[in-house]
């Protein structure tokens, strides 16, 4: 399940107060998220989460959910 | 003269089938797509499955003269698709594929908009796309007549050689001044403007833009461009094809998650040339790590042309600084201007020579005059475009299409041998802006030294990342925000320092007053926004009657721009 920190991360990114997200959420259901800003989104999580991901990881995240997981394995959880 | 210029063909067909015969090992297009093992099209192979689809494309009734618009995301089968359609004397038009955020309304309005407009006869897309189209198209009165699904098509199996002869023969009746492409800008309701292109036109581009890139023989092409997109299609496709060079493709959705796949392939095929709009300098400079970089050689690579929005002399430093030490030479960077109607190029910075730049006062350009900076100035680095590229003319006019001096500002008209038919079945918008022969584009620019500077455009079109927004488009989806007043929305493009590009923001009337709720109307405004596959970045909310109106009594984008960025009214609520 998507964590309360990672949430709050995206939603400060894309300078939203609030936005129901579940793991099956995707970036196109969320207001902000475009292809444009995808790129801002998984850089402010590596920030925040202090890990840094590879690309052929970000191309195969296919939603809020995989993001959660991708964060976890990074964090050894 | 070099060779790659030799052919004297008369259409596309005829110069893509010669590259066959004289290089028929040669890739043509190497399909790429992150981490698989790249597919490679060779000239002799693409033409033989471009000829299966132009038989398999004809039987399903496709007759010459014929729009077929292809909605296909990044697929190996969409080149010889589209080569096929080409030889069977039909007319291909690339179609952006929908972004899941688009509302399948809105995708339908576009289309049928564009239909009624140019006239598509046939869409030609992906089985997914059925229960958004099939409606349209068995729509009372729809002028489309069919949807087809090529990639569902058997062209693995041989073709009957008198159908193949029988399309052979039509292809050869095809003249040079016949039109070849249709290609549309953007927009959904109905403002998307189509522009005819002849096989004239684009061989004459062929030639000039490909002299004015100094193509040879050992260039290749890396590009993730869309091929919906004239930078794309013409740059690093037609160009390429139609020299006999190779054209590496790379899945523009791939590229922007991962930035990396561009300076892969440049790296990995040894590419020579790479075509990108400003942000995605910024893009490449500032949001790709370190780690990632390694083992990246940017050696090969001599030329990387700017063009598609305003050239940023920031975005250039970055990238030119961030990729020196992966063996980027800072002179393989240039500019182009240019748009759809003259094909694509109409002027272009020299190759391997520094990129002219002048520092100028912002105020007296503001005003019209390009007036060095002195020390008292605001300074604005204005980037050269460079020199009109072969075959073509420009000039700065004024409001009444006369020549002004240089250095003043006026609006950039242009003549060349690739310009375009006129805009499809739109024969009062071309009148617009096609008079004796030129072209009066509605860009801004001064000319200096025999080079042009684009500063700005009469329209008030907003670039995002290389694609054109009417702002028309967005105020007409917010507009019909619950507790907007209608009617009383503006649209415009705001800069956006660190993506390198401009963004979109809308200014809205509401009689609302609370947070609570301006929070959530600005929420409703985004998601509007979404319906359109439109990203809002910055909302404004301001009380009923605040919006300068302009001299037609809608409300100004330009003055109420300059409202909202330069002033600290405390009636306005922003974010």
Redesign the interface.
């Known amino acids: 399940m998507i964590s309360v920190e990672l949430k709050k991360v995206i939603l400060k990114e894309l300078?939203?107060?609030d936005?129901d997200m579940t793991d099956e959420t995707?970036a196109?259901?969320v207001?902000?998220w475009?292809?444009?800003?995808?790129?801002?989104i998984i850089?402010a999580v590596e920030h925040h989460f202090k890990v840094?991901f590879?690309?052929?990881e970000?191309?195969r995240l296919k939603n809020v959910g995989d993001l959660q997981k991708l964060v976890d394995s990074k964090l050894g959880k | 003269m070099n060779d790659i210029y030799a052919d004297k063909s008369k259409t596309l067909w005829e110069r893509w089938q010669n590259n066959a015969k004289r290089n028929p090992d040669r890739d043509a297009i190497v399909h790429w797509v992150?981490?698989e093992e790249p597919f490679r099209w060779t000239y002799k192979n693409l033409t033989e499955t471009a000829k299966k689809f132009s038989v398999r494309i004809a039987e399903a009734g496709v007759k010459p003269g014929d729009v077929c618009a292809i909605i296909i995301r990044h697929n190996s089968f969409f080149y010889p698709l589209y080569l096929g359609i080409s030889r069977a004397a039909a007319l291909p038009a690339v179609l952006a594929f929908p972004?899941?955020?688009l509302h399948p309304d809105k995708f339908r309005q576009g289309l049928e908009g564009m239909a009624q407009r140019s006239g598509l006869d046939y869409i030609l897309t992906e089985k997914e796309l059925e229960p958004m189209i099939r409606p349209l198209v068995e729509k009372p009165g729809s002028t489309i007549k069919a949807v087809f699904f090529p990639l569902e098509w058997d062209v693995t199996s041989e073709i009957d050689p008198k159908k193949d002869a029988e399309i052979e023969q039509i292809s050869k009746s095809v003249k040079e001044t016949e039109p070849m492409l249709l290609q549309h800008s953007s927009g959904t309701t109905g403002l998307q403007k189509p522009v005819v292109l002849s096989h004239r036109a684009i061989l004459n581009h062929v030639t000039n833009l490909g002299e004015a890139f100094k193509l040879t023989e050992n260039d290749k092409v890396a590009t993730w461009l869309p091929l919906y997109h004239d930078f794309g299609l013409i740059a690093c496709f037609h160009i390429p094809l139609s020299c006999g060079i190779t054209t590496v493709q790379i899945d523009p959705?791939?590229w922007?998650?991962?930035?990396?796949?561009l300076l892969e392939v440049i790296s990995k095929e040894k590419a020579t040339v790479t075509c990108l709009p400003n942000?995605a300098y910024n893009?490449l400079a500032e949001?790709i790590?370190d780690?990632?970089l390694e083992g990246i050689s940017l050696e090969s690579l001599r030329l990387t042309v700017n063009a598609a929005e305003p050239i940023r002399h920031d975005s250039h430093e970055k990238f030119a600084e961030r990729f020196k030490k992966y063996g980027l030479n800072p002179l393989a960077l240039s500019g182009m201007y240019g748009m759809a109607e003259v094909t694509l190029g109409l002027t272009l910075t020299e190759p391997g020579k520094p990129i002219s730049e002048l520092q100028v006062d912002r105020n007296e350009l503001s005003h019209g005059v390009m007036k060095p900076a002195d020390k008292n100035s605001i300074v604005r680095v204005c980037v050269s475009s460079g020199k009109p590229i072969g075959g073509c003319e420009a000039r700065i006019v004024d409001e009444h299409r006369k020549d002004v001096p240089d250095g003043l500002v006026g609006e950039v008209a242009v003549k060349s041998v690739s310009m375009f038919d006129g805009y499809r079945n739109y024969p009062e918008k071309t009148a617009e802006v096609v008079e004796n022969g030129w072209y009066y584009s509605g860009d801004y620019g001064f000319k200096w030294k025999d080079e042009f500077y684009i500063i700005g455009r009469k329209k008030d079109i907003i670039i995002?990342?290389g694609k054109n927004i009417y702002p028309e488009d967005i105020e007409d989806v917010v507009n019909q925000v619950q507790d907007v007043d209608a009617g009383r929305v503006i649209a415009f493009g705001e800069e956006d320092p660190n993506?390198g590009?401009e963004q979109i923001s809308v200014v809205a009337e509401t009689k609302l007053t609370t947070e609570e709720d301006k929070?959530r109307i600005r929420?409703d405004i985004?998601?509007a926004?979404?319906s359109i596959d439109m990203?809002i970045?910055k909302v404004y909310l301001v009380p009923p009657r605040w919006l300068i109106k302009s001299s037609s009594g809608k409300p100004s984008r330009k003055a109420n721009k300059e409202r909202l960025t330069e002033g600290t009214d405390p009636q306005v609520w922003s974010?």
Do not use: C, W
């Open positions: 300078n939203l107060d936005f995707i196109p259901q207001p902000g475009d292809s444009l800003n995808h790129v801002n850089l840094k590879k690309s052929y970000v191309l | 992150a981490g972004n899941p955020r959705f791939q922007v998650l991962a930035p990396i796949l942000f893009v949001k790590d780690e990632e995002v990342a993506m590009t929070k929420l985004l998601k926004g979404m990203n970045h974010r």
